[in-house]
């Protein structure tokens, strides 16, 4: 089975050489460097340290997209490759790497999970015209730091701004108003507690207690009981893992029930596997479900990348199959480059698409463009529930309708 799914991947990135290939563009671009040039694309990604646990499934989806690719010949004979660097989750080591890969002449690049860590890399990439596909880091403003006709930032994981609405509008709907918001103090942390504020506002709604918190906290018990004794009937995490960890154990504790509600990283393995008991029921915004893989290019990527990596499942699939996504993105940005391949044409291309891309996580049919540097649409969110220590469909119609990929909304 794993190696059916496999040809299908190469099979079809052939069959978009070929028909790109007529183009007269596509042929001159070829003809701007020999066939043994390789095409070198950065990745910087939280390979160790504190985000690791989402770092890693990043760069190997980044992996398993330029495998596939380079097996079926790479880009028009030129085969790619990846100069990798790790950030640590650290903002001065994300500045320094992103620094060292404009030494190195990237063509583009793909990273970053934390949004503190691009925040302070960004005006690399856009000072030296180096277009970035973020793949996992939500922070609202990232795409929004640089006026988007000119911004060589582009994003294809879910904006915080995006998640909060998302979730938001879903606890309305259930009756839960009184939220109570805990967020680490960290950029992320500030960018979700800001959005979550906002949605909030739309329903003439406030917070009935924020918590802030350093990252590491284990014990936010004294927050906790002041959200119950305010009345909260939600709470709302805005952090990576662990602190969501100390939340959820901090309420059963105190059995406390309520539900525990957030973005996506309370799907990790970090925050799943740290709470065990305490976190069954939590709700969080998801753009990609592993049960029920539903349809040939989701089942296509999960038989790979378990295949390559030697996995019985997939934990973090989220910012893997993200990841996988923007490295065929870019590469169709490449076949619709006209002239050279610099970074203006780059940006341009990925701007103005003229192929849809069918990816493991979304239909990528004009996913960017001069005004707008972000992939997601709310209508391409789905509600995942913890149950029995995994992430499930929190509405059983959401089956269905992950069986057909979704679009952007225009």
């Given amino acids: 089975m794993f190696s059916t799914q496999s ?7 052939r069959l978009l050489a070929a028909s790109l290939l007529s183009c007269t563009a596509a042929v001159a671009l070829a003809q701007t460097a020999p066939a043994s040039t390789a095409i070198r694309i950065g990745v910087i990604a939280p390979l160790s340290g ?3 646990d989402f770092g890693v499934p990043m760069l190997n989806g980044v992996k398993l997209a330029v495998d596939e690719i ?30 060292d890969l404009a030494t190195q002449k990237v063509m583009a690049a793909i990273g970053f999970c934390n949004t503190g860590v691009a925040a302070k890399s960004l005006d690399v990439f856009q000072t030296q015209k180096i277009p970035l596909i973020i793949p996992c880091a939500t922070g609202t403003h990232l795409t929004a730091t640089y006026p988007a006709p000119e911004s060589y930032i582009f994003r294809t ?39 979550v504020i906002a949605a909030l506002a739309r ?9 802030r918190f350093p990252l590491g906290v284990r014990d ?14 939600a709470v709302f995490s805005y952090s990576l893992g662990p602190e969501s960890v100390a939340i959820a154990h901090g309420r059963k504790a105190l059995g406390w029930k309520v539900p525990q509600v957030g973005a996506w990283p309370l799907s990790f393995p970090a925050y799943i596997d740290g709470a065990k008991e305490a976190a069954e029921d939590t709700l969080m915004a998801q753009t990609f479900i592993v049960e029920q893989r539903g349809n040939e290019r989701r089942t296509a990527f999960l038989n790979g990348y378990m295949a390559k990596y030697h996995l019985k499942s997939v934990p973090a699939a989220i910012p893997a199959a993200q990841a996988y996504d923007s490295t065929y993105l870019l590469l169709y940005s490449l076949f619709g480059v006209k002239g050279t391949a610099d970074g203006p044409a780059i940006k341009a291309s990925l701007e103005n698409l003229s192929k849809i891309y ?25 509600l995942g529930q913890i149950k029995d220590g995994a992430v499930t469909y ?10 057909f990929v979704q679009r952007k909304k225009q």
């Fill in 50 to 52: 504190p985000s690791a």
């Fill in 394 to 403: 929190a509405y059983p119609a959401d089956i269905k309708r992950n069986l």
């Fill in 358 to 382: 069918y990816g493991a996580v979304a239909t990528y049919d004009n996913p960017f463009s001069p005004s707008d540097k972000d992939a997601f649409t709310p209508n391409m969110l789905l």
């Fill in 7 to 13: 040809n299908l991947a190469k099979n079809g990135f």
């Fill in 220 to 233: 936010v018990t004294a927050d906790l009981k002041t959200a119950r004794d305010v009345g909260a009937n």
């Fill in 70 to 99: 380079n097996a079926a010949g790479g880009y028009l004979g030129r085969k790619i490759e990846l100069l990798v660097r790790d950030d640590e989750a650290n903002p001065d080591k994300g500045r320094k790497a992103s620094e």
């Fill in 157 to 195: 994981s879910a904006k915080d701004a995006v998640q909060a609405g998302f979730v938001v509008d879903d606890i309305v709907k259930r009756g839960w108003t009184k939220v109570a918001v805990f967020a680490d103090n960290t950029p992320y942390g500030d960018s979700g507690l800001k959005d």
């Fill in 203 to 211: 329903y003439k709604l406030t917070p009935v207690h924020i918590a």
